[in-house]
């Protein structure tokens, strides 16, 4: 039997303007998600993935050349900020295994990815928090979106098939998984980047926090390897 981790459908009530604007974004990307894709859970995937792995890297990044600059340490950000990354990259991977996108859909990753690379990294100079804030939020709604993945699997809307390869490869599950436990793990998943960045926003606002860990199923790997 597969372990999967338990995730509930949680909110972070905006307490300031940045998180007002924050939410407000992420509500409008929502709404033309919902409005291009309706209930083709696969292709929204596709395209959610596609961008969802583009806050991590971005924040690495800038953290890492911050931290040169100030000759600092960087408190585990920059291991769990690209963990995140290749994370949402193997999320993209084995969900076009799953709903092959089309022209249209592959020339709109296009225009998003860049759009959204620019807006993020130029928001993440200015506002860190927000920035985190923003992930956090998306990452909710992404959470949303993966219940209802698995409600269309269950209602049997989609087809339950096996999973593929590359997902039983990276979350080391038996041969005889399916898409439902795909859909399962990456809901866990998107609630783990949700409660981090949402961690590293209060963290940047002054408030007390736990320490945010490096992803932690994947961690052990490198830990191994070091």
């Known amino acids: 039997m597969i372990e999967h981790v338990p995730v509930a ?60 600059r100030r000759m600092c340490d960087d408190d585990g950000w920059i291991r769990t900020l690209m963990e995140e990354a290749e994370n949402e990259r193997m999320h993209l991977m084995t969900f076009i295994k799953v ?11 296009l225009l998003v990815q860049w759009g959204f690379y ?11 928090r927000i920035a985190h804030r923003v992930v956090g939020y998306f990452e909710e709604e992404a959470v949303i979106s993966y219940t209802h993945f698995l409600q269309a699997i269950d209602e049997g809307q989609m087809p339950n098939g096996p999973a593929p390869a590359i997902a039983c490869h990276y979350w080391r599950m038996p041969v005889e998984a399916t898409l439902r436990d795909v859909v399962l793990k990456v809901r866990a998943d998107e609630a783990h980047h949700r409660d981090v960045n949402h961690g590293f926003a209060d963290e940047l606002a002054g408030r007390t926090t736990q320490p945010v860990a490096p992803y932690p199923e994947h961690s052990a790997e490198l830990d191994a390897a070091a």
């Open 118 to 128: 620019c807006a993020f990294f130029g928001l993440y100079l200015v506002a860190r």
């Open 9 to 68: 459908i949680e909110h972070r009530r905006p307490e300031d303007l940045g998180d007002r604007i924050a939410l407000g974004f992420t509500k409008t990307m929502r709404f033309f998600a919902d409005t291009f894709f309706g209930e083709r859970h696969g292709h929204r995937a596709i395209v959610i993935e596609t961008v969802a792995a583009v806050p991590g890297m971005v924040g690495a990044t800038l953290t890492h050349l911050r931290c040169l």
């Open 99 to 109: 709903a092959q996108p089309n022209m249209l859909e592959r020339l709109l990753i």
